[in-house]
């Protein structure tokens, strides 16, 4: 069974629309962060999740929304959105947060902004 | 602040031919960790190694090798006897425990698109 699962895989939405992103852990992880990959751009981390506590948001723009209702899921909430929000949306899970713990990666969501 | 830099942005190679993808770092913090992580077509990043500041050995995974040297801030990583199924992006990433929290900062470099021909 794949350890970081995200739905959908793929998504497209107008910019007035209200979408949500999914992300599952099924490795007992007790930490989940959401990314940004934008094309020729590093990836952006966005929120970091410790024990369904949000710990980090990183100057994030409020039409993203994350929630966090149980160490093994994690969902973010898209409104207004606009056209360069387009891009893979990457969330991933570690057992802590910490330096010494790997993060594991989904698949990701290709989000495109009409 | 942190920073990673991966000069090559893309390396084109042919199968069995070693590449070497190259990683810099900056950091003020003398405890950080360092990755690798391969982000195949499927698009999940995969993840390859880390490494602590205080271990500078380097590693051997079957065809992969990895060389830490703090002295010139660098992690590089050699694919030998490259295959076509290494083609994917690789980043290098660099973690530092920072601002007091417990999660400390991930900063990932721009990545090296490396493409194996057959």
């Known amino acids: 069974e794949t350890g970081v699962t995200q739905t959908p895989r793929h998504l497209v939405m107008g910019m007035t629309n209200k979408k949500s992103l999914k992300c599952e852990q099924h490795l007992g992880h007790n930490a989940m962060y959401w990314y940004k990959q934008s094309a020729k751009k590093p990836l952006e981390l966005m929120f970091v999740?410790?024990?369904?506590?949000?710990?980090e948001n990183n100057s994030v723009p409020s039409r993203f929304s994350p929630e966090c209702p149980n160490s093994s899921h994690l969902f973010l909430h898209l409104h207004t959105l606009q056209p360069e929000d387009s891009a893979l949306y990457l969330c991933?899970?570690?057992?802590?947060?910490?330096?010494?713990?790997?993060?594991?990666f989904g698949p990701g969501t290709r989000l495109t902004v009409t | 602040a942190q920073k990673v830099t991966q000069a090559q942005t893309e390396i084109s190679v042919v199968e069995k031919e070693d590449v070497t993808l190259d990683c810099v770092y900056e950091?003020?913090?003398?405890?950080?960790?360092l990755f690798w992580y391969k982000q195949p077509p499927s698009g999940e990043l995969v993840f390859l190694i880390r490494?602590?500041?205080?271990?500078?050995q380097n590693e051997i995974s079957g065809r992969y090798s990895w060389n830490f040297q703090k002295s010139t801030s660098s992690f590089n990583f050699t694919i030998t006897a490259s295959q076509v199924v290494d083609s994917a992006v690789y980043f290098c990433?660099?973690?530092?425990?920072?601002?007091?929290?417990?999660?400390?900062?991930?900063?990932f470099g721009q990545g090296t698109i490396l493409t194996v021909h057959p």
């Open positions: 950091t003020r913090d003398t405890t950080y960790y």
């Open positions: 991933a899970s570690s057992q802590r947060t910490g330096g010494l713990y790997e993060q594991y």
């Open positions: 990433a660099l973690r530092t425990i920072a601002g007091g929290t417990s999660y400390g900062k991930l900063t």
């Open positions: 999740y410790s024990l369904e506590e949000r710990v």
């Open positions: 490494r602590n500041s205080f271990d500078e």
